[in-house]
């Protein structure tokens, strides 16, 4: 079974307003993460297993965080969770049926004003696919 992944930040990864090192704990947390989005590890434990300070990953995730990539759920009262999730729109999922299910369902959620929308750069051109890129490594 090949997991899938919505294109909207999968295919425009390379525009997001973010470091390579952002980029990079992205992917991290994709490997990480459950079907659906749920991060079943602490911030504590993604530390140790990158290889980082938990500062660091704070750092790493909070321009995430700020494009609403990757969630932190509030709890009663309105305070913020300990908890991570990545936006439905960024998760994996076992199967394409189970994407349009959860695009669906999100979509009805964003409207109702109960999930956050990505807040991602307007989509206007691909990089072009001639010549060398100017990549950094992270």
């Known amino acids: 079974m090949a997991e899938v992944m ?32 749920q991060l079943p590890v602490r911030q504590k434990d993604m530390a140790r297993e990158y290889g980082i300070t938990p500062q660091a990953v704070s ?28 936006h439905p729109f960024a998760a994996k999922y076992e199967s394409h049926e ?11 959620e964003i409207k109702a004003g109960r999930m956050p929308n990505l807040k991602l750069p307007a989509f206007a051109v691909m990089p072009p696919a001639e010549g060398k890129p100017k990549l950094h490594v992270a």
């Open 6 to 37: 919505s294109p909207i930040v999968s295919q425009r990864i390379w525009a997001l307003p973010v470091s390579a090192a952002a980029v990079k704990f992205l992917q991290y947390l994709l490997y990480r993460s459950e079907f659906g989005g």
């Open 59 to 86: 750092l790493l995730m909070a321009p995430l965080s700020d494009l609403n990539i990757v969630l932190r759920p509030r709890h009663e009262g309105g305070r913020q969770g300990s908890s991570y999730r990545l």
């Open 98 to 108: 189970a994407l349009e299910q959860a695009v669906r369902h999100t979509l009805g």
